[in-house]
């Protein structure tokens, strides 16, 4: 703890202008003078909570020199709430859910005053007994955990974190609860739950089931009786189709997570945070942070010393968030202080091994990630006894009875969790988390300018060995931002330069496995499939999650969520919509005439830029015109609308049919959507789709057309509209620093 020079002779980091845009719009306060200012109100609001008043004048200049050259990044809200009124410096929560009308609008309630305060929370929904469960007191039947997910889910709606940060929560249902199939099945239409991850709590019992083809009991939670059995395979199976088809829901390892529960004797986990990297009892909030690997490195090697300090001082400052922090709950500030859990992970792992010239998917990217784990997760639990004895500071409340007791001294009941990074990763212009590089260059949108943004690591040895070229990276941007099909390309650089989707799902598993081998938490990771992976190869991975002792997985397989775009002719032939006039194979597709009388009806939709007015008519053979009409006149959104209506007129009256039209446009998001739940509508063309949806409804009865059935667009950000990125269990945006989370 006394090498804080170490830290000070560093540079201080420079922003990039995309990392510059989005501090000013979610991080900076008004007396923050830029980066800098920033990280000076941040230090000085976390070493506040040191008694001598020279220590904290120096532990203010150690911390702020930690942020200020990137070394180190604590989470969001600690960077955008402390030294401020609100107060709140911490990620994720967990509360719990109670078998009760009272105890579930309690939870309600808890969870609106932590999103608004910019926390995460996570909820195991396992305690509720099963939909049509008699209920004594009312002498009723119970709703079942689903229809109380979705009170949460509006609740978290309609309510902006901070009025920076998104609500975000993670559902979790046990395997063995009576409702289970309902659970798997219930964000298959896309509109459900669109506030949550969801994850199934899988038992090491379900699988020993899943590996012999045998049944398992299902529990009912109220009484603990066994109130009936399932196929553990068909089970199994669910879990492996949905989350093929969609990427959920996820698996946690429930009892694998409890085997490394540090405080047994206080409770059992039951659920995750959010991104699932952070196992936490009901009340438990954590502090997270991140070591930033990119900077790590020197000559080509990995600087232990500067890593030491840097493991040892982050720490340290974790540990005083927790007596910084201002509490949303009364039962949140007594468990948080009882375990003082905090978690430090790292981000930059992609740009570490790309400056060592390791591959990612190598079995040296695997020794790497588990000997660099190693070493913080060990320096951690120094830095965790250092503060509990040499500072003086004492253990963790509950540490009689812990794994610890009677064997080393603790402050913190755990100090390591691989977090997903997805801002502040950013911010300190390093790779997200543990995952792989997103892409070697990739095309941004921002301020209605185009450019290309091109890994620095990458441009400096392109030019350094002579490869570098605007031609270059034009067609790395068009190959998804991965250099394995250029040929300009010298193949050692290829292989440093692996991007997510160049890599195998089995190696993304694998490089998970070696960073929870040494993390007292969970490690927070998605593992990339190609759009053609099979379900088969799905069930793979999360079997060889489960075997390698993984505390849970999360897959999602390329263009399982998003709405298909273009068509090509070989996709047309095989979808015939039902609805479209019948051609055969040798007729050119004609534009029927207009008639001179049609029938229709008009849909008035409310959008965020005001009332749409849409009309549908139609002829003998369908479908036929639409039109549109913003209830005030002019602009943009008029005339885009209006535009709108004359594109959708001309595919109906060239033979295009209704489902396509529906699938084309559905779930398109602009800047200003209105309503929520399953009345959100996110733009005029989400509002087309909508009233179009009802309309084929009143006329065929056929309950298909609803666009509810057909929405949930992933492909683009909702902030800027450029590609969405699933990484670390969330969907993050790499150009403006959206998150999902």
Same mark, same amino acid.
């Given at each position: ?389 040499? +500072?003086?500071? !004492? ?9 610890? %007791?009677? &064997? *080393? /001294?603790? @402050?913190? $009941? ?63 941007? +068009?190959?998804? !931002? ?9 193949? %050692?650089? &290829? *292989? /440093?330069? @692996?991007? $997510? ?77 039902? %609805? ?162």
């Amino acid at each position: 703890m006394s090498k804080h020079i170490s830290i000070s002779k560093q540079l201080s980091m420079q922003p990039s202008a995309n990392a510059t845009t989005i501090l000013e719009k979610r991080y900076f306060r008004g007396e923050d003078k830029g980066f800098t200012g920033m990280c000076k109100r941040v230090a000085k609001a976390v070493a506040s909570v040191e008694k001598d008043a020279n220590y904290r004048k120096k532990m203010e200049e150690v911390f702020f020199n930690l942020m200020n050259t990137g070394l180190f990044m604590p989470n969001s809200p600690t960077l955008m709430n402390a030294g401020r009124p609100l107060g709140q410096l911490s990620a994720c929560f967990v509360l719990p859910v109670e078998d009760s009308i009272p105890g579930i609008f309690e939870a309600v309630k808890q969870t609106a005053i932590i999103h608004q305060t910019g926390g995460g929370t996570g909820f195991s929904f396992s305690r509720l007994r099963q939909a049509g469960a008699k209920v004594k007191s009312t002498s009723g039947e119970s709703s079942g955990p689903m229809i109380f997910m979705d009170t949460f889910n509006a609740a978290t709606e309609s309510i902006k974190q901070g009025g920076a940060r998104r609500g975000a929560n993670m559902g979790a249902l046990r395997c063995d609860h009576p409702d289970i199939l309902s659970f798997i099945r219930y964000k298959k239409d896309r509109t459900k739950l669109t506030n949550f991850n969801v994850s199934v709590a899988v038992t090491e019992a379900f699988m020993k089931a899943v590996d012999s083809g045998s049944e398992y009991p299902l529990v009912e939670p109220h009484t603990g009786k066994i109130v009936g059995m399932l196929d553990a395979r068909a089970v199994w199976n669910e879990i492996v189709d949905y989350a093929w088809e969609s990427g959920e829901p996820g698996i946690l390892f429930i009892d694998e997570a409890n085997h490394h529960n540090p405080t047994p004797h206080i409770g059992e986990y039951e659920t995750t945070n959010p991104c699932g990297e952070q196992w936490l009892l009901p009340f438990e909030s954590c502090n997270l942070g991140s070591v930033n690997l990119a900077l790590m490195v020197k000559n080509g090697d990995i600087d232990w010393d500067l890593l030491t300090v840097v493991v040892l001082e982050s720490i340290h400052f974790l540990d005083n968030i927790i007596d910084a922090n201002r509490y949303p709950i009364p039962e949140i500030d007594a468990m948080t202080k009882a375990n003082r859990k905090v978690g430090l992970g790292v981000m930059g792992f992609a740009d570490m091994l790309a400056q060592m010239g390791i591959a990612y998917d190598s079995d040296k990217g695997v020794e790497l990630a588990e000997k660099i784990m190693g070493y913080i997760n060990n320096v951690a639990h120094d830095a965790s006894e250092w503060l509990s004895v040499i +500072a003086e500071r !004492g253990n963790f409340p509950n540490h009689k009875g812990s794994i610890y %007791d009677g &064997k *080393r /001294a603790q @402050r913190n $009941a755990t100090v390591t969790t691989i977090a997903p990074t997805g801002t502040i990763s950013i911010i300190a212009g390093a790779s997200s988390g543990v995952e792989p590089l997103f892409a070697v260059s990739f095309i941004r949108n921002q301020a209605d300018t185009i450019m290309f943004e091109t890994n620095p690591l990458f441009e400096k040895i392109a030019k350094e060995r002579g490869f570098w070229s605007e031609e270059l990276l034009k067609k790395i941007s +068009a190959d998804g !931002g991965s250099v394995a099909h250029c040929d300009e390309v010298p193949e %050692d650089v &290829k *292989r /440093a330069f @692996r991007t $997510a989707h160049d890599i195998s799902p089995e190696w993304h598993v694998r490089v998970q496995a070696a960073f929870q081998k040494h993390t007292d938490n969970a490690v927070s990771k998605t593992v990339n499939f190609p759009k053609e992976a099979t379900r088969e190869e799905v069930e793979k991975a999360f079997k060889l999650a489960y075997q390698l002792k993984c505390k849970g997985i999360t897959i999602y397989r390329d263009g399982s969520r998003d709405e298909q775009v273009l068509s090509t002719a070989a996709t047309t032939a095989k979808e015939t919509p039902v %609805d479209a006039p019948v051609q055969t194979s040798q007729q050119e597709p004609t534009k029927r005439e207009r008639p001179n009388k049609l029938k229709g009806a008009t849909y008035e939709m409310k959008t965020g830029c005001g009332p749409l007015y849409i009309t549908i008519n139609e002829d003998q053979t369908g479908l036929f015109e639409l039109f549109t009409t913003m209830g005030k006149a002019g602009g943009c959104a008029a005339s885009q609308a209006e535009a709108l209506g004359r594109m959708v007129s001309l595919a109906w009256r060239s033979g295009v049919g209704a489902k396509q039209v529906i699938k084309q446009l559905s779930g398109i998001s602009c800047h200003c959507p209105a309503g929520f739940g399953e009345n959100k509508i996110s733009s005029c063309a989400d509002a087309v789709t909508k009233a179009i949806s009802a309309h084929m409804e009143e006329l065929t009865g056929d309950e298909d057309f609803h666009s509810k059935k057909q929405s949930g667009h992933q492909g683009a950000c909702p902030e800027c509209g450029s590609a969405l990125e699933h990484a670390s269990g969330c969907a993050v945006c790499h150009s403006c620093g959206f998150s999902a989370c």
